[in-house]
């Protein structure tokens, strides 16, 4: 991973989770060729982990194959929500939940 390729090492994004692609505000231009070109996504995995999945991916530079930051998304259901969480040097870090219920729970019918 490369800082020198970086703005800001883990900007702050809020509840922005991205579990594909890359943040290319925060790339200033790849340290090893001096190029800004386009970041390549490789090495992509998903694992799944006691009902977590775990996305990761390298940022790699597209003219040298630098490896600029390693990207870290997971997403697990915690009772009624979906929590998201974002890590990654280029992409910031990031934590979002949303409920699973279309409606107000106080409302839902029981299903128990
Ligand atoms: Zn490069
Ligand atoms: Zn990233």
Redo the contacts with the bound molecule.
Sequence with gaps: MCTDCLQKEYPDRGNTCLEDGSYLMNFVG?A??N?R?FVLISNRTTVEEDGEEIVTYLHM?K??D?IIARHEYTFSVVDDYQEYTMLCMLCGKAEDSISVMPDDPRQAAPLF
């Design positions: 790849c090893n060729c190029q070109d530079c003219n040298c630098h």
